[in-house]
């Protein structure tokens, strides 16, 4: 694998390290939004919340398209949602582990 492509891994899984990402993620799976819908949603200001966007922008993960004043947001890559199901496989099963070994000690 080329260094290029493990650095373009590792800014894509760092993007999604933050838990107001991935709700923004997660809202946005929903179907296309307004961004002013999302202040109401995070108990952050505004431009703390434009740089979790931009960040997921950078990455290609969410797109944007301006209708007048306002600034709607689309996921340009659903496919993103499925390391949600993986990671929480990896989580369950983790749980099993960790409980089992509690038993069984």
């Known amino acids: 694998m080329h260094t290029e492509e493990l650095q373009a891994r590792a800014a894509v899984m ?7 990402r991935l ?6 799976n929903e179907g296309e939004r307004c961004i002013c819908e999302f202040q109401p949603l995070f108990h952050m200001n505004k431009s703390t919340l434009s740089r979790h966007v ?4 950078n990455v290609g993960i969410v797109r944007e398209r301006r209708e007048g004043a ?11 949602l499925k390391i949600f199901d993986c990671t929480m496989e990896l989580i369950q099963t983790e749980n099993t582990r960790r409980s089992d070994l509690i038993i069984g000690t």
Request: aromatic fraction near 4%; proline fraction near 7%; charge should be positive.
């Open 70 to 80: 306002r600034t709607y947001l689309r996921l340009a890559t659903p496919c993103i």
């Open 23 to 28: 709700k923004i993620i997660e809202i946005l």
């Open 54 to 57: 931009a960040a997921l922008k």
């Open 14 to 20: 760092k993007a999604l390290a933050s838990p107001a």
